[in-house]
């Protein structure tokens, strides 16, 4: 029996709301199918927020179809099909992550709706849609009710070709969302999606953050920002990537780290996310030892800063490179215990997209 999701989970009350649509995921490269996983930023994200214990509640929409079994239970669309992508790459093409894959959404649920979200009040939303799931009434809901919603810029601007469900991109003045900027606490883009928002103009609006794989991630507010290193990595598959990046990014701000600091975070489970085909599986010694860094970090940042000062986007806090370098260690050691099959260790491309 598929619960509604309103009803509370195992780990109410819950801190934070994540919204969007699961889907299925087919990875082909070369024309073969490489691998089929659940999909959707919601799974990416529920995955790094149950590393961290943080207690959630999902709201997500799909159809009878549905092929996987989550930890909480998506809202079941009847005559309906499931979201479903199918991420297409070329072992010929030489790119940067992102050219050399094409992505087509091959079908699509419902539309998340404001009455399908929970009447309780959170400190912080994640609008993550996937498949234009999100709609602007919905986003200003989640407004009202959280504390604070991080965005992907991707559940306003994409849409979909009529023939063949290409993901293509609209201006965000055009997405019907422009509006509700100045009252998001954080926009996300990748590098592909960020000149069809003008960063320019939005982070006159709204703190925003675009990430661009190799190169790690830029933070940028009203008249300041700051580059933010990534963590080596050989990518395997980069699906999620900038999903496993936001979450952790929301986490480690929720938790009280610098700005700088949770976007540092947020790059390692990127990087954690590319190192492994599909939905990751972040071994639990390893994020353990995540959250101990955090909370030192934490507690340190605590007793060299003044109030409010760690919450700045305009300075790179003390420490954020002794910081980098302990969070450095623990990926290497993740990279060690990561899988070594023929599968897990080939290339679909040189460098990952987030």
């Known amino acids: 029996m598929v619960s509604d999701s309103k009803d509370p989970p195992p780990n109410f009350p819950p801190r934070a709301l994540i919204v969007g649509n699961f889907c299925h995921d087919f990875l082909i490269r070369d024309a073969h199918v490489v691998t089929e996983s659940l999909g959707g930023a919601a799974s990416f994200i529920s995955t790094v927020f149950d590393g961290l214990s943080v207690p959630y509640v999902t709201v ?11 930890n909480q239970s998506p809202i079941v669309v009847s005559n309906s099909k499931t979201t479903a992508f ?3 790459f070329d072992s010929s093409i030489s790119g940067d992550g992102r050219r050399d894959r094409i992505l087509k959404r091959v079908a699509a649920c419902s539309p998340i709706l404001p009455s399908d979200l929970p009447d309780f009040r959170f400190d912080f939303g994640m609008a ?3 498949g234009g799931e999100v709609v602007p009434e919905t986003l200003e809901r989640m407004i009202e009710i959280c504390d604070a919603v991080f965005v ?3 559940s306003l601007i994409r849409v979909f ?3 063949d469900g290409t993901v293509e991109h609209v201006d965000l003045k055009e997405s019907g969302f422009f509006h509700l900027l100045p009252r998001i606490g954080f926009l996300k883009a990748s590098a592909e999606e960020a000149p069809f928002m003008d960063v320019e103009e939005a982070r006159k609006l709204c703190p925003v953050v675009v990430t661009n794989g190799k190169e790690g991630c830029t933070l940028y507010s009203n008249g300041s920002q700051l580059q933010i290193a990534p963590f080596p990595v050989t990518q395997v598959d980069p699906t999620g990537a900038g999903d496993s990046f936001l979450g952790g990014f929301a986490a480690g701000f929720a938790a009280g780290l610098a700005v700088a600091d949770a976007a540092l975070l947020g790059n390692l489970f990127g990087s954690l996310t590319v190192s492994q085909i599909g939905l990751p599986h972040f071994e639990s010694r390893i994020v353990q030892r995540i959250k101990d860094e955090v909370e030192r970090r934490k507690v340190q940042c605590m007793d060299s800063c003044h109030p409010g000062e760690n919450k700045s986007i305009h300075q790179m806090p003390e420490g954020h490179e ?3 370098k302990l969070l450095g260690t623990v990926r290497s050691e993740c990279q060690l215990s990561l899988p070594t099959s023929p599968i897990a260790v080939e290339q679909v491309n040189g460098h990952y997209n987030s």
């Open 128 to 130: 993550v849609g996937v």
């Open 60 to 70: 997500s929409k799909v159809g009878e179809d549905f092929a996987y079994s989550t």
């Open 161 to 163: 070709d009529e023939i």
């Open 86 to 88: 199918r991420a297409f």
């Open 322 to 324: 002794q910081f980098q």
């Open 152 to 154: 992907d810029v991707q």
